[in-house]
């Protein structure tokens, strides 16, 4: 099993940034890489960010000027740094954990609200 524990939403402006943390434990030989998702009020939950366990990085073209994905192995953390939020921004962030590249793992999500 693992154990994704995510942190770092709150309320922001916009404009301005956030770096939510997502803490990894358990038993993570068969990870092959995790992803940031959102799911805003009455929307699909979408995956925007993932980074593999070579740390190949995708981020989706509508994000990725603004957000990094990344990883601390020795923290046992995967980062989301967020620039430049926006009032669109605003939505529940989950990390979640790949096997075999499918997300078998997720958190509970923390969220982010931002004002305009």
């Known amino acids: 099993q693992v154990q994704l524990a995510e942190s770092g939403g709150g309320l922001v402006q916009a404009g301005e940034s956030l770096r939510l943390s997502c803490v990894v434990s358990?038993?993570?030989?068969?990870?092959?890489?995790f992803g940031w998702y959102r799911q805003a009020p009455g929307k699909e939950r979408d995956v925007f960010a993932i980074?593999?366990?070579?740390?190949?990085?995708f981020v989706v073209d509508s994000v990725k000027d603004r957000f990094t994905i990344s990883r601390d192995d020795a923290k046992n953390t995967v980062y989301l740094q967020m620039n430049n939020l926006q009032p669109g921004d605003t939505a529940m962030y989950y990390c979640?954990?790949?096997?075999?590249?499918?997300?078998?793992?997720w958190g509970v999500g923390t969220q982010v609200t931002v004002s305009s």
């Open positions: 980074i593999s366990y070579d740390n190949s990085t």
């Open positions: 358990g038993s993570i030989a068969d990870i092959s890489g």
């Open positions: 979640a954990a790949y096997v075999n590249y499918d997300p078998r793992y």
